[in-house]
């Protein structure tokens, strides 16, 4: 049965006008007389098509082959191209007087409906029919298995190639290839680049198995739906989706591909399924993996006996089947602030809008709103289900009022029945997760919950895969590979190059509850808390040597568990003993790097309270407690309470007869009187200090001493006794290998140099500090090179350059707490005075605005620049 139409014959009608009858006609013409060479009889005819009937199938193709070389090649009123569609069916329709009727009449018609002008397609029967008769160079392309009106079980369809026709045409008209992908409720949001990456890689040849991971409630098969549905002209027989949560063995996973591909047979299943996919092209969207164990058998088979087949598979561990490509799924896009454009812009807040609008139409993201919501989606870790469960309540609660009931998010539950039991809750999705693992890796996944800000495999093994035992196991390299494999944590690159364990913030939740109904919150507390203290001890024994940057960077990354160590072990509530002297070895081995990393506040207030829980001890513990807040409070400009706790310290170490501290106390109190302007007490403690020191022969005490010392001959215009001194220090420094010293020397003899009025000297000794200053995450140097820099500037005639300069570093010891001592800001004024007088105030203004806007990484930007550019 032969069943063709002209395409597109209002438009031919429209542009020929009068002339439409000629070229109707004449297509009749052509056709009919290529119908009566083949034997064909024409049954009916209206309009522009036919229904055509031929005795065989090869003479039916034969026909058409003709008919559409002679419709080419015809001269047509006007110019025009007029295009025939054509289709193809074979069958065994009922005679009805003098016609047919049947399922198969109506099968050939919608057959032909779904081809385009100058196109011919044929079913399968007649294919199979024609191809042992077919003239040479006559063939059948396969065009796949489509839906077709009316019809229910899905056509499988070719196209007519050979000489004379054209090959290529867009995808028939058909209602798709079959598929049985859900319709999404919503557009897909914030997933533009995930679902681009995930489309190119399921179009390269050779990549069949892709398997998309990410943790419970990331959109893994919203993601992989939106990708199966965009790549469906790719896949000729179709794309299945097999939902396989509810599945737990792999007997019962072959019974869940066969009812989604519609399949039966005798015979295993397994068997029934590797027969139907043999020879076809299918996408096959296996959803929910994880808790089936026997899946990545499973898979292996059907890829092994479908060669065109590929899957496309979302769990939340790998499959690790050979051929698989893993492709993480992350969480949306967090808003990082900004206006509310900008909040808007980002794909977690894009789903927040978009859900919130389901229960209160015409929500909007606003300035007033915009920075709660952004708090919003970086509380729920910018996971889409946690998002939409939060905003399904937009209908009673503003997103203040919604951020400030979050602390209770894991219980969040969904307003809809739509979604699987698994994922009514936040709480109820993680614990999906929870529950597949062993108990020994469900005990090291409760333990990872104390770390704040990730971990390293190191502190992973000493506080929650072994617990501090030795006893055999996996190590924390497998445990950490394996809890990957599950997205139950993230593993990223450390600053070190190292692996850095982590778990996004909705997940420990969920494993701080586990923890603690599993009774060992406090051990494990415990063991982090003293490991983080060996960590710093460790860390503060480098302080003075070639390791400083890297101590200090490893300190930096820990910061987060460093303050939770400190908080535990530190509570005011809890009983002393070893919590507390836990606290007191933190405080002790971090007052340097709280001093040299700006953070000058926080570390008083952790000193302070460390002093008070203390406060029964008069001797040597807190001495050296308070050594470290004294640091803290001449940093922060507050020299009266620095010199009274540096002189009740220096009194304890006269009592002990500890000759080292007497050094450092009396360095310490030195520099505190050197910051006063009060020069002579600073020389007569300095010379005290050195005295010692040399008799002690501690080269790190009489470094530091005759630095400061130096300092001091500086500040008075001594400079000819100031050299020597400070020579003497950078001799020492470098002997130890302290970089920090080695700096601050040069650094120091840069100021001698510019007090002199030697402004290129004190240029060239500033860029010799120029990497440490840059590099080295120090906030004070940095401020003390930016005003130094600022000051060569002014005296060589960049007045704009100076002004940033000075306002970058005005910022930064601001933002830090930490003051210019009193004769140093003289010192800068006097260098500045000329400089703002030479600039219109408006200007210097704006310049030094500029500099006061950069953080400290872009201000170090900015002092390289100026270094260069003189």
């Not at 005795?55 to 191209?81: F, H, M, T």
């Not at 739906?225 to 509810?246: D, M």
């Not at 007191?584 to 002093?611: C, D, K, P, S």
């Not at 007869?657 to 109190?669: H, I, P, Y």
Request: charged share 20%; glycine share 10%; hydrophobic share 45%.
């Amino acid at each position: 049965m032969l069943f063709s139409d002209v395409e597109g014959s209002t438009a031919l009608l429209s542009r020929l006008g009068d002339r439409y009858g000629e070229a109707l006609s004449a297509q009749r013409a052509v056709q009919r007389a290529v119908f009566c060479e083949f034997g064909g009889h024409e049954m009916g005819t209206e309009g522009d098509s036919f229904f055509v009937v031929f005795p065989s199938a090869a003479d039916a193709v034969s026909c058409c082959l003709a008919a559409q070389r002679n419709l080419a090649g015809y001269d047509w009123p006007g110019g025009v191209s007029l295009r025939v569609r054509m289709g193809l069916h074979s069958g065994e329709p009922a005679r009805h007087e003098d016609g047919y009727i049947g399922l198969d009449v109506h099968r050939a018609a919608r057959i032909a409906a779904a081809a385009h002008g100058g196109q011919v397609v044929v079913s399968d029967a007649t294919r199979l029919l024609a191809t042992p008769r077919v003239p040479t160079g006559v063939s059948f392309g396969d065009l796949g298995f489509h839906r077709l009106k009316d019809i229910e079980a899905p056509e499988h369809i070719f196209q007519l190639a050979g000489p004379g026709l054209a090959e290529r045409f867009p995808p028939l008209r058909s209602l798709g290839a079959a598929t049985s992908f859900p319709a999404p409720v919503t557009p897909l949001v914030g997933r533009d680049g995930e679902l681009a990456a995930l489309g190119a890689m399921l179009a390269r040849p050779q990549v069949r198995l892709v398997t998309l991971t990410g943790p419970g409630g990331v959109g893994k098969t919203r993601l992989a739906l939106a990708a199966a549905a965009s790549l469906s002209e790719a896949f000729p027989h179709g794309g299945y989706f097999v939902p396989l949560a509810p599945v737990r063995d792999a007997e019962v996973m072959w019974k869940a591909i066969a009812g989604s591909l519609g399949v039966t047979g005798d015979g295993p299943e397994a068997e029934v399924v590797a027969g139907y996919l043999r020879e076809r092209r299918v996408l096959l969207v296996l959803d929910n993996l994880e808790q089936l164990d026997g899946a990545g058998q499973v898979v292996a088979a059907l890829l092994a006996a479908a060669p065109e087949l590929v899957i496309l598979t979302t769990s939340r561990r790998p499959l690790h089947v050979p051929g698989e490509y893993e492709q993480p799924v992350p969480p949306l896009a967090v808003p990082g602030g900004g206006s509310a454009a900008d909040v808007a812009g980002s794909g977690a807040a894009m789903l927040f809008t978009q859900q919130a609008r389901m229960v209160r139409p015409g929500f909007v993201i606003t300035d007033g709103n915009a920075a709660d919501v952004a708090a919003i989606c970086a509380r729920l870790d910018g996971l889409p289900l946690a998002i939409e469960l939060a905003a399904s309540r937009a209908k009673l609660l503003t997103p203040k009022a919604l951020l400030a009931r979050l602390g209770q998010g894991l219980a969040l539950a969904a307003v809809d029945a739509g979604r699987p039991q698994r994922q009514q809750t936040l709480h109820d999705t993680i614990a999906w997760s929870y529950e597949l693992l062993r108990p020994a890796l469900a005990a090291v996944f409760r333990r990872i919950s104390v770390f704040t800000g990730g971990a390293t495999l190191e502190a992973l093994a000493a506080v929650a895969v072994t617990g501090g035992a030795q006893t055999a196991g996996p190590g924390p390299l497998e445990v950490a590979a394996e809890l990957q494999d599950l997205s139950l944590i993230t593993v990223t690159e450390g600053a070190d190059g190292e692996p850095r364990v982590g778990m996004l913030e909705t997940i420990r939740g969920y494993a701080l509850e586990r923890l603690t109904e599993a009774g060992e919150l406090e051990e494990t507390r415990r063991r982090h808390a003293a490991y983080y203290a060996e960590v710093a001890a460790g860390a503060r024994d480098q302080l003075h040597g070639r390791g400083h940057l890297a101590v200090m960077d490893q300190l930096d990354s820990e910061h987060d568990n460093l303050r939770a160590a400190l908080a535990w072990s530190l509570d005011a509530a809890a009983e002393g003993g070893e919590r507390a002297a836990t606290g007191m070895r933190l405080v002790r081995a971090l007052a340097w790097f709280w001093f040299e990393r700006g953070h000058a506040a926080e570390g008083r207030r952790w000193l302070e309270q460390a002093i008070e829980l203390a406060a029964d001890d008069t001797g040597a513990a807190r001495a050296r407690l308070a050594h470290g807040l004294g640091i803290l409070l001449a940093t922060q400009g507050e020299l009266g309470a620095a010199l009274r706790v540096f002189e009740r310290s220096l009194a304890v170490w006269r009592a002990l007869g500890d000759r080292d501290q007497q050094a450092k106390e009396l360095n310490s109190l030195g520099i505190v009187h050197r910051m006063g302007g009060e020069l002579d007490a600073a020389r007569s403690l300095l010379e005290e200090s050195i005295t010692i020191a040399r008799e002690i022969g501690s080269d790190y005490r009489l470094s530091a001493a005759l630095l400061s010392l130096g300092q001091v001959e500086s500040a008075m215009g001594a400079y000819d006794r100031a050299a020597p001194l400070l020579h003497e220090a950078l001799v020492l420094y470098q002997k130890l290998g302290d970089i920090r010293g080695e700096a601050v020397v040069q650094q120091t003899l840069a100021a001698v140099s510019l007090l002199a009025g030697k402004i290129q000297e004190a240029r060239e000794l500033l860029l010799g500090t120029l990497n440490y200053a840059t590099g080295s995450k120090d906030t004070e140097f940095l401020a003390n090179a930016l005003e130094m820099f600022a000051c060569t500037d002014a005296d060589l005639g960049d007045m704009p350059q100076a002004a940033r300069l000075a306002g970058a570093a005005e910022a930064l010891r601001q933002r830090a707490g930490i003051p210019l001592p009193q004769p140093d800001a003289a010192l800068l004024e006097r260098c500045l005075i000329r400089a703002r007088a030479a600039m219109a105030p408006g200007m210097w203004d704006a310049e030094l605005a500029a500099g006061r806007a950069l953080t400290q990484e872009q201000a170090a930007g900015l002092l390289r620049s100026a270094a260069h550019r003189g």
